[in-house]
């Protein structure tokens, strides 16, 4: 099992970068495949960005394309989602998932989330 805990979020200007955090527990945190997603009220939960157990493999959702990156580091239980040129359409809440077994980028098959981080983008 893991525990998962967002930060980075916070209040940016049209064009501007954040950086995400996810701070992962558990000693087995390098097995898992690791997601980022998004929420912006009144819509659905959406995948932005996945990255494989080992880091080998990304996904990104067509509208971050060029714009997002997501890494991670084993070492530290971490994972990132370096954000830049951001939009308005880009508000939303933020959330960090973990799954085991094979490589997904669907939504509905994360097991472990965290509680959010909100990011807000004002034109």
């Known amino acids: 099992q893991v525990s998962l805990v967002e930060s980075g979020g916070g209040l940016v200007q049209a064009g501007g970068s954040l950086r995400l955090s996810c701070t992962a527990s558990g000693r087995t945190f390098s097995r898992y495949n690791m997601g980022w997603f998004r929420q912006a009220p009144g819509k659905e939960r959406e995948t932005v960005a996945a990255i494989s157990w080992s880091g080998g493999r990304t996904g990104y959702a067509d509208s971050v394309k060029g714009r997002f990156t997501i890494s991670r580091d084993n070492a530290k239980n971490m994972v990132y989602l370096q954000m830049n040129s951001l939009k308005p359409e880009d508000t939303a809440l933020y959330y960090c998932?973990?799954?085991?077994?094979?490589?997904?980028?669907?939504?509905?098959?994360?097991?472990?989330w965290g509680q959010g981080t909100q990011v807000t983008v004002s034109s």
């Open positions: 998932a973990a799954r085991s077994g094979t490589y997904s980028e669907y939504v509905s098959s994360y097991n472990y």
